[in-house]
């Protein structure tokens, strides 16, 4: 029988206010923590977290069957296995690395700037829902060879898919909610991808289209699935690690001076950022067979939630872990966006994040265009800090205020330096 702790629960406000408070509580007291309600387990302490998320026989990803498959419209990448999981994830790793990359930061620094340029005379923006939400839909439609013009509707569906996804207890209602964004984003798509069957072009959903997997095209269903799972994958996160960045480094006027001298330093604050607070602070599990962690028993066939945010500020793995320091020794930048990585928000093991090296392609193009441009930036005057979620958890908005430029931001995109008003 799982020990239940009557005082305390994953599911109260108090969690949900501030989950860091909690993580020390947890990993030290409760690192198996039950929550009978959703009947599920969760685990807090890094050594458990990677040991689930490497274990890939006793601990598999059949969760996502009733988690994702319903709004993903079949099966997503992370549900597959053995050949044709390493088959299709070869796709999909190859469309965001190397050559296809640098395209995609081409369309990023495009949005960006595009999207940035109203709001610098202004001298005030909201990096969440002024910029970030919007750069990382239209990017992602852009990489996809969808229409970006579409990018307020296909927004729209992917809140209900993600609220699926990531919704804890779901009321029936939001639920029918949720499908009936995932069924209409279907609806868009499908007509979509039979036309790139026959006039491929050279966007991500052609390749999906023309690539065999022992010798058989991916079916149109497989297709829409991961088409799907590759707009949540890159848009849920996205808007969530621009906003911590940028908050973090407000929040620490010194590591935001030498961000600013010297840029090349801006991986480390995104692998900082990441680590302090993954966006993505919760993975799923079952378990397979009976297990045992720390002395607490999970029975075979429960469901085993990861806690990354917990993970990544245990002792056990980074010193001083509930300090943000992008200076830290034991970082190790060049392995954060890596399989080596020793924080855990891009999982761990066969599914680690396929897109981690986009991810940071991403936030560097931006982070390194938004600096410059945004001079004594400061939160604005009256703002209130609030983060929301607690499987994808950020900031609901940052609103913050700067010089205003006069000069117009695709200026820079000429490598002329903007013109601030004194
Ligand atoms: C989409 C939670 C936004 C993924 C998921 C069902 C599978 C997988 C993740 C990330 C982020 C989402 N899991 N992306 O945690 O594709």
Known sequence: MPVVDPRFSI????????????????????????????????????QDVRRVLTDHDAFTTETLQVRAEPVMRG?????????????????????FTGPALQDQIRAVHANAAELLTPFLPLGRIDLVNDFGKPLAVRVTLDVLGLDRNDWQQVSAWLGGVGEFITGIVLAPERRRHCLDCAEQLEAYLVPIIEQRRRHPGADLISKLCTAEFDGIAMSTRDVTALVINVLIAAVEPADKTLALLFKHLIDHPRQLARVRRDPTLLPAA????????????????????????????????ATVFCMIGAANRDPDAFTAPDAFDLHRPDLGTARSFTAAAQHLSF?????????????RAEIETVAALLLPLLDDVRFSPGFRYRETGLYTRGPAALSLDFAPVRDRVTDQADGRPPGHVR
Not at 17 to 26: E, Q, Y
Not at 279 to 297: C, H, K, M, N
Not at 351 to 358: D, I, M, R, W, Y
């Open 11 to 46: 599911l109260s406000e108090d969690f949900a206010a501030a989950p860091h408070r909690h993580f020390a509580r947890l990993r030290e007291r409760s690192p198996v923590h039950y929550e009978p309600e959703i009947d599920s387990y969760f685990l807090s302490r890094h």
């Open 75 to 95: 099966p997503v990448l992370a549900q597959m296995t053995g050949a044709e999981h390493t088959a299709k994830r070869k796709i999909v790793v190859r469309a």
């Open 270 to 301: 995104i692998a900082e950022t990441l680590r302090y607070t993954p966006p993505v602070q919760l993975i799923p599990r079952r378990a397979e067979q009976d297990a045992e962690f720390a002395g607490t028993a999970v029975p075979a066939g």
């Open 347 to 359: 999982g761990t093991g066969l599914h680690q994040c396929p897109g981690a090296a986009f991810a």
